[in-house]
């Protein structure tokens, strides 16, 4: 199975920063677009940013558009979230997870990782 993986999570203050990381061993992300997506507790999974294959495509949640910026490092075959201004109710697991071609919507993704924990709390 695909297996991606997620990191950077961790315990934050309201206002505070993180940057999340997606990588695999298995297959060049540039040949994909990447999504990155969060579950908080009792809630659905929901998409937070997605990234094309060129690049020339960038999608946001609403509640994370000015304050999440995803961005891709070929050399390293990582994707990033970097996650600015954070908010209690960014509190959730995330997960990255890829779409082939380039008309995909938030519900073409898979391949999904075993996610990162960020919680964020005074």
């Known amino acids: 199975q695909v297996q991606l993986v997620e990191s950077g999570g961790g315990l934050v203050q309201p206002g505070g920063s993180l940057r999340l990381s997606c990588t695999t061993s298995?297959?060049?992300?540039?040949?994909?677009?990447i999504g990155w997506f969060r579950q908080a507790p009792g809630k659905e999974r929901e998409g937070v940013s997605s990234?094309?294959?060129?690049?020339?495509?960038?999608d946001y949640g609403g509640s994370v558009k000015g304050r999440f910026t995803i961005s891709r490092d070929s050399a390293k075959n990582a994707v990033y979230l970097q996650m600015d201004n954070l908010k209690p109710e960014d509190t959730g697991i995330y997960y990255c997870?890829?779409?082939?071609?380039?008309?995909?919507?938030?519900?073409?993704?898979?391949?999904w990782g075993q996610g990162t924990q960020v919680t964020v709390s005074s």
């Open positions: 997870a890829r779409a082939e071609g380039g008309f995909y919507t938030w519900n073409d993704f898979g391949s």
């Open positions: 990234l094309s294959m060129s690049g020339s495509r960038i």
């Open positions: 298995e297959f060049p992300l540039d040949d994909y677009a």
